[in-house]
């Protein structure tokens, strides 16, 4: 067509003689929105063709509503200027006709809203899709009928009849692409409403194109008859042929329904046979009560747990069988079911049938009836009483061995690979002066010297790095002095073997040490006293024998000088020995 403008070939501006010719700025839009389709024809495209594509639909946008401009204002913008067409009767030449106008700032602002997200969502390109089908669609009656003013105005061009079928094409596209994004949306549904549309709208369309073809030739060309009744007929005929297509669409989606409402009745009564049969199966207790408290159903499974019959509980209150020092608790259990509270691991006593006690947790939710109202309740139940007895008998073991522990007078701490304590025995809250719960959570950092609390990290990585049991001596300062500490640690593994922690025993060995160096002391008086004996007795003279001895009291009593002197038969003192201690 541009070819046609270019070369001034009439045949490839109009379909025939005296039909209006297609603009060059029409047939610019087309190849434009043409292109703008291609970029957003996949359900996802990139935010680069979304770009370009929504510049481009809103470019043809501006074209249209610019050439609507030029009609309404009675301004010439310069936008028509291309090519020239002085054909006869065409007021405004190489103007785009107003339909044509119409339609393409309707198609790209349809575009425009497809490639352009934050526009989506207000839905206006389903708008645009009705004013660019609508237009279209008068433009076509006006063809088919020879309706002028629905295809042109009095002193301009109008649609030409290939512009009509570009129109068509595009549109057809557009919808073919994206139709949730269209009028047309629930033409592809799944549901009634999809089946309806696909259903009737073809048929009203198409008795209304064909009954007002024959009642044009029937008046223009035939003369069967007149326009009043020609218009009878044809009202009668689309009555009758649109009820009796509304009828058939009826019939149809009746037996549509019938069969899916028969399909549902199969699933149903399959999903009920699986419940049932899940039911009946499991080892949990599945029961309903009313909201009287009373069985109105228990699965088999009672038998197992209770020792009675399913028929034997049913009838019966809850409490009944539930023991005399827990009813009271069940009880307010149940109110808050019936207050519409679900209830969940509400852990209760129940009796069996032989008297003996079966420890029972329950998961309870209301049932409501139509208007919201609790008409009593479903309950499910676990028999926990091996569980139950386990964890008794697990809290017993560990209270007492926390008990051995807390009355160990050595130091016995756990802790966990960021060497925070998790567990200290009474000696430890003793050691630190704090209650158990100020040193749980905390670090050597936060309970020692920072040169103190690095050294004993050191030795934990050495633990939790090695797996190693490490025995080591360590000195600890205390508010009662330094303290010695003989300390096994030893790691602890999770069930996959894994170090997670670290255990400790430290014995305070203090004193122990201080007895072993008093006892080394003395036998080093006594080593010392027997040498200068042997001494005295192998007839060493007296001045050295004196000597060596203030050498011993030196070494022994840790003094830096002694003397030993003679008291003469006058009361003179004359010197016989002495010894100082030997310099740095």
Known sequence: MLFGWVADIGTFKRIAPGLPSMKANTAIGFVVAGIALWLVRDPEPTRRRCRIAAALSFAVAALGLLTL???????????????EDTEVGDGFPGRTSPHSALALAAVGLWLGTIATP?????????????????????AGIGYLYDVDYLRRSSNVNGMGLHTLFAFLVLCAGI????????????????????????????????????????????????DVYGTRSGTGLVVASIVVVGVAVVLVTARQLDRVDDERRRLQRDLLRRSEARLEAIVETTSDVIATLSREGVWTYVNP?????YGYEPEEMVGRRFADFTHPERVGAAIDAFDRIIGGEAVRGHETVHRRKDGSAVVMSFNTVPVRDERGEVTGLIATGADITERWLATARARAAHERLEAVLDRTPALV???????????????????FGLARDKIVGRADTELFAPEIASRLRQTDRDVLDGGETVRLEEHVPHRLGLRAYLTVKFPLRDAEGRIVELCAVATDITELQQRQDELTRRRDEQAAISALGATALAGVAVDELAGRAAQMVVELLDVDECRVDRLDADGAQRPLGRANRPGP
């Open 118 to 138: 934050e526009i989506r969502r207000f839905a206006p390109g389903r708008t645009m899709s009705v004013v660019a089908s609508l237009v279209v669609l008068l």
């Open 69 to 83: 401009a030029e009609y309404v204002f009675h301004v010439d913008l310069g936008i028509d200027g291309l090519f």
């Open 301 to 305: 499974a009672v038998r197992d747990i």
């Open 175 to 222: 919808i073919a692409a994206r139709p949730q994004e269209s009028f047309l949306v629930g033409i592809t549904s799944d549901g009634p409403g999809g089946q309806v549309v696909r259903r009737l709208v073809p048929g009203f369309v198409g008795l209304g194109i064909v009954f007002g073809i024959l009642r044009a030739v029937g008046k223009r060309t035939l």
């Open 413 to 431: 701490f756990i802790k966990d690979r960021d060497g925070r304590y998790t567990f200290a025995n009474r000696a430890v809250e003793e050691f």
